[in-house]
C-alpha cells in the first residue's frame, strides 16, 4: 500500500513570496490534515478535511495561509505571502475516520523563509 | 488549556538499558493517547495507542505505555533499547483534534 506523498520534499524562498505544498493521501483515507511543525515542535494542525469539506481550520492563519481538497481526493496548502516564522516542515496525514483513527503521516516539506 | 507535556527533550541511554519517556497531559474527560516515532528525515510513525480497556498498551518492537488516569500520564518505556531505537518520540492526545507533546529525542549509545 503507498503511504502518503507530499511535494516538494524542500523549499527555500525569500519572505513576501508564495508557495504551495501538494500531498496526496492513502487511497481510501477520508479524512487529511495539514500541520506546521516549528523546529523543537510538536506537530501543530492547521487544518482538517473531512473528504472535501473542512472540519477544522481554526488554527490556520487564514490571512496568508489557505488550503483546498477538491473532489476529496489530493490536497494543496498555500502561503501567500510567506513571513519568516513560517519556516518550519508541513506535514501531511490522513486516516479513514477522525479520532480514534490511527493517522498516517508523509515524509514532510521543510520550508525555509529567508 | 489542553496542553500534552514532555518534560525532557532528550534522553541519551547505553545499548541494553531501560528507558522510560514521560508523558503527560490535562485532562478532566476521557481521550485517547497515543505515541508517534519519527526517525530521521522520515514522517511520524504510530507507536502504540490507548482507547480503552486494559490501561497497559505494548507495541510489536517491545516499547509498552501505562494509562494512568488519577496522574493524567502515558509514560513510554522500553527494557532493553537497541541503538535502532534512537529517534525522536511524540506523546499526542486527542482533544476532539491531535495535540502533541514537543518530543522527546531518544539517543541510544553502545
Known amino acids: 500500500e503507498a503511504g502518503v506523498a507530499q511535494s516538494p520534499r524542500y523549499k527555500i524562498i525569500e519572505k513576501r513570496q508564495s508557495v504551495a505544498f501538494w500531498c496526496n493521501p492513502i487511497?481510501?483515507?477520508?479524512?487529511l490534515y495539514w500541520y506546521q511543525q516549528i523546529l523543537g515542535q510538536g506537530p501543530k494542525l492547521l487544518i482538517q478535511?473531512?473528504?472535501?469539506?473542512?472540519?477544522?481550520d481554526s488554527q490556520l492563519p487564514k490571512d496568508r495561509f489557505s488550503a483546498e481538497r477538491l473532489k476529496g481526493v489530493d490536497s494543496t496548502l498555500k502561503i501567500q505571502p510567506a513571513k519568516l516564522e513560517d519556516s518550519a516542515v508541513y506535514l501531511c496525514?490522513?486516516?479513514?475516520?477522525?479520532?480514534?483513527?490511527?493517522?498516517?503521516f508523509g515524509p514532510g516539506t521543510r520550508l525555509t523563509v529567508t | 488549556a489542553q496542553s500534552v507535556t514532555q518534560l525532557d527533550s532528550q534522553v541519551p541511554v547505553f545499548e541494553e538499558a531501560p528507558v522510560e519517556l514521560r508523558c503527560n497531559y490535562s485532562s478532566s474527560v476521557s481521550v485517547y493517547l497515543f505515541w508517534y516515532v519519527q526517525y530521521p528525515n522520515q514522517g511520524l510513525q504510530l507507536l502504540l495507542k490507548y482507547l480503552s480497556g486494559s490501561t497497559l498498551v505494548e507495541s510489536i518492537n517491545g516499547f509498552e505505555a501505562e494509562f494512568n488516569k488519577s496522574q493524567t500520564s502515558f509514560h513510554l518505556r522500553k527494557p532493553s533499547v537497541h541503538i535502532s531505537d534512537t529517534a525522536e518520540y511524540f506523546c499526542a492526545v486527542d482533544f476532539q483534534k491531535l495535540v502533541f507533546g514537543t518530543g522527546t529525542r531518544l539517543l541510544v549509545s553502545p
Open positions: 487511497s481510501g483515507h477520508a479524512t
Open positions: 496525514a490522513s486516516s479513514l475516520g477522525g479520532g480514534a483513527h490511527e493517522q498516517y
Open positions: 478535511f473531512q473528504n472535501n469539506g473542512v472540519v477544522d
